[in-house]
Every structure is written in structure tokens, then in C-alpha cells.
Antibody, heavy 114, light 106 residues
Framework: QVQLKESGPGLVQPSQTLSLTCTVS????????VHWVRQPPGKGLEWVGA???????DYNSALKSRLSISRDTSKSQVFLKMNSLQTEDTAIYFCTGGGRFAYWGQGTLVTVSS | EIVLTQSPTTMAASPGEKVTITCRASSSVSYMHWFQQKSGTSPKPWIYDTSKLASGVPDRFSGSGSGTSYSLTISSMEAEDAATYYC?????????FGSGTKLEIK
């Protein structure tokens, strides 16, 4: 059974760095890509970035300068780091994996506020 | 970046009514994927590769389209179908989502 679970701080201060972890079970990170998608409260879905099975990454061009995605295959974990956070980054952050975004975590709400 | 425009933004349908949601792409895409999201939950894969139903999706749902115009159709609306539906294209990077269609039951 494939499961993804996001974890991280619920509250981040403006200008600080966000660190999120996606822990995966039931599939291999070396055979599957993992994407991050975010959703501001009451709004639509936005693709944030991805790490591919080979370890390469792709980022949303609007976030690229602030964003880093990495992984630890031994721990089946994918990491998202985004710096210089602004209030507009307040959102539920989902990790999703498998072909065609088949599997999703439950999401973690990140609030950027002082 | 390919922009996906969904219509309508919001709609309400009576039980038994036929429903069609449209997703138009700013450039041609090979396939369209659809997700269903209910309040407080993560999106669920609903239709993939334009017309294939994800596991567990009732067969009253169907998907069709090509090029820049795609649609999701419900042949007979049921209360459990009330949700927000998003289209997604992965033919061109970056992947982009439509803005969503909120479907309510009358």
C-alpha cells in the first residue's frame, strides 16, 4: 500500500526558511518521481516542483530562486526547502507520487505570519 | 507555460442531471487528467489519459477531448459527486492545473 506523509512546522515567520519532509512507503524513490503541489486556503492547486527517480529536479519558475528539493533514498524521504517566505506562501503543501500523480499525502498547512 | 481555463467556475446540478465541465488549454496537449477534491481532503485522481477512469470511479463519469479542448462529463448527477474538479496537463513542463470547477448539488 502506497502512502505519502508530509511533515513540517505549521507556522513560519516571514523571511524565514520553510523545511518540509515527505515520507514515502510502498514505493521506491529510485523508481518513481515525487512532486510537491501547494494550495492556498480556498484557492486552486499550484505545482511547486519535482524530484525524479534519477535524482534530478524541476522547479516552478516563479519559485525557482527560493526553492530546493532533495531526497534521502535510504530513509524514503523527500525534502522541500523554500527560503525568503512571504505571506503569499501560506498554503497546504502536498507531496504526490507515482505515475500521473496517483498517490497523495494528506497535506500540511503552512502559515507564514509573524 | 500552458494555461488551463476551466468552465464553469461554479455550477449546481440536480440529481439525475447531466453535467459537463470543460478545460481549455492555451496550447495543444496530448492528454488531460482530472482530479476530484472534497473540502478538507487531498485531491484524488479521477480520470487519467483523457478518458480512463481511476480505480473506484463510477462509470457515470467519462472524459473526452483532444488538442486544446477537453471535458469531464457526469451522465447522471448524484449527491456524492459534489466536489471541486481540477484538470491537469503534464504534456508540457511545467505541469499546470486548471483553476477548478466547484460542482454543487441542487
Amino acid at each position: 500500500q502506497v502512502q505519502l506523509k508530509e511533515s513540517g512546522p505549521g507556522l513560519v515567520q516571514p523571511s524565514q526558511t520553510l523545511s518540509l519532509t515527505c515520507t514515502v512507503s510502498g514505493f521506491s524513490l529510485t523508481s518513481n518521481s515525487v512532486h510537491w503541489v501547494r494550495q492556498p486556503p480556498g484557492k486552486g492547486l499550484e505545482w511547486v516542483g519535482a524530484i525524479w527517480s534519477g535524482g534530478s529536479t524541476d522547479y516552478n519558475s516563479a519559485l525557482k530562486s527560493r526553492l530546493s528539493i532533495s531526497r534521502d533514498t535510504s530513509k524514503s524521504q523527500v525534502f522541500l526547502k523554500m527560503n525568503s517566505l512571504q505571506t503569499e506562501d501560506t498554503a497546504i503543501y502536498f507531496c504526490t507520487g507515482g505515475g500521473r500523480f496517483a498517490y497523495w499525502g494528506q497535506g500540511t498547512l503552512v502559515t507564514v505570519s509573524s | 507555460e500552458i494555461v488551463l481555463t476551466q468552465s464553469p467556475t461554479t455550477m449546481a446540478a440536480s440529481p439525475g442531471e447531466k453535467v459537463t465541465i470543460t478545460c481549455r488549454a492555451s496550447s495543444s496537449v496530448s492528454y488531460m487528467h482530472w482530479f476530484q477534491q472534497k473540502s478538507g481532503t487531498s485531491p484524488k485522481p479521477w480520470i487519467y489519459d483523457t478518458s480512463k477512469l481511476a480505480s473506484g470511479v463510477p462509470d457515470r463519469f467519462s472524459g473526452s477531448g483532444s488538442g486544446t479542448s477537453y471535458s469531464l462529463t457526469i451522465s447522471s448527477m448524484e449527491a456524492e459527486d459534489a466536489a471541486t474538479y481540477y484538470c491537469l496537463q503534464r504534456s508540457s513542463y511545467p505541469p499546470t492545473f486548471g483553476s477548478g470547477t466547484k460542482l454543487e448539488i441542487k
